[in-house]
């Protein structure tokens, strides 16, 4: 009899326990939170000839292009410290990409949805509100399967995204906020400027090739790493210091190859900054580390360490410690046969990898 009894307590307890945990399921289902992943411009696959028609659109201006898909923002109600997107209610989380484009100083927020029928009208009439003390203007465009809206920030900074309720909610974040090491890599030359160039080869190749795979050994680590371009685009000088400026960057690493009219000249040098000083880790420790530690990894020669030139605007007008490395010499035949091998540019990227580790070390 006992038994029986406990034996019916445990029935109801099962069925109280499995009660309450479906009535928070069910509750968590119909109101559940999303925390959107955030993509860093450097990491946003799209066409190329896109992404620069783009940048030359935006180029010298504080304002997204005015158009008549412009978005409308109330400004008037800021009891939240989020920025609110409203989105269409058949769109899932998983549709939903904010992609951070920071050299150009802007929040895209890409929906791709599995289907577009009734969504190319409804940020006509809807508007973003809450905290836009960091969005200038926002505009729209429709695609046949993708809807993008761009937002003009007042600087660069890093998100937290929720999606909830089909609203987007994006809380805005000072780069050192988020990041204690921040870093800016300069890939130099693009579109127009090649570089040194010598046949079916340039110098805006071989930086870009050496950013991409210093980039995937800088993925693995905690250091919060911009680019000053991923693809085969050109920003201004000033673009690429003003990133360094704006993320309070720890040091700003430039990549060049060298040409000279004597085809015998070969090696590595460094170029840094003379009018920038502060004690302790500065431009010149800066050069004299990626030198000595890319001449190591690739066992080359080592021509020393120049200061930069007045017309070396991104080294010379940077406020942070900054320095260029200037990985061999297009010129000599020798040394432009290594520079297009995918082994010597890993080699190179590994140095520099090196340099900045043992940056940070020296700085504790």
Not at 75 to 98: D, H, K
Not at 104 to 111: A, K, Q, T, Y
Not at 194 to 214: D, N, P, R
């Amino acid at each position: 009899m006992q038994q029986s009894k406990m034996m019916i307590r445990m029935a109801i307890y099962c069925f109280v326990f499995v009660a309450t945990a479906m009535g928070a399921m069910l509750y968590y289902s119909a109101n559940k939170i999303i925390v959107v992943a955030d993509v860093a411009q450097d990491d946003v696959a799209r066409d190329q000839n896109v992404q620069t028609t783009e940048r030359n659109e935006h180029k010298e201006t504080n304002h997204v292009v005015a158009d008549k898909n412009q978005i409308v923002i109330d400004r008037n109600s800021q009891n939240t410290s989020y920025f609110c997107i409203p989105l269409p209610q058949s769109v899932r989380a998983e549709e939903v990409t904010v992609e951070n484009h920071y050299m150009d100083r802007e929040l895209w927020v890409s929906i791709e949805p599995k289907e577009m029928a009734g969504l190319n009208t409804f940020y006509e009439g809807s508007s973003v509100y809450g905290n836009c003390e960091s969005v200038l203007e926002g505009h729209f465009d429709v695609e046949k399967q993708r809807i993008c809206l761009r937002f003009k920030l007042t600087d660069v900074y890093e998100y937290h995204s929720i999606f909830e309720d089909n609203m987007l909610y994006v809380e805005f974040l000072a780069p050192k906020e988020a990041y204690d090491k921040i870093i800016v890599v300069d890939a130099a030359y693009g579109l127009d400027d090649t570089g040194v160039a010598i046949e079916s080869i340039s110098g805006k190749e071989i930086t870009l090739e050496i950013a991409k795979a210093l980039k995937a050994k800088l993925d693995d680590t905690d250091i919060k790493v911009y680019y000053t371009r991923m693809d085969d685009s050109n920003p201004d000088a000033e673009s690429r210091v003003r990133l360094a400026t704006a993320t309070k960057a720890d040091m700003l690493i430039r990549i060049e190859v060298s040409g000279y009219e004597d085809s015998k000249q070969y090696g590595t040098e460094a170029v840094y900054n003379s009018r920038f000083f502060i004690p302790g880790f500065g431009s010149v420790e800066l050069a004299d580390l990626l030198e000595r530690e890319v001449v190591t990894s690739i066992s080359g020669k080592a021509n020393g360490l120049l200061e930069a030139s007045e017309d070396d605007a991104v080294i010379c007008d940077a406020t942070v410690p900054a320095a260029a490395i200037k990985v061999g010499y297009l010129t000599n035949g020798q040394e432009a046969i290594l520079l297009q091998r995918e082994d010597y540019i890993q080699r190179i990227a590994e140095g520099i990898y090196q340099a900045i580790i043992k940056a940070y070390e020296e700085q504790q």
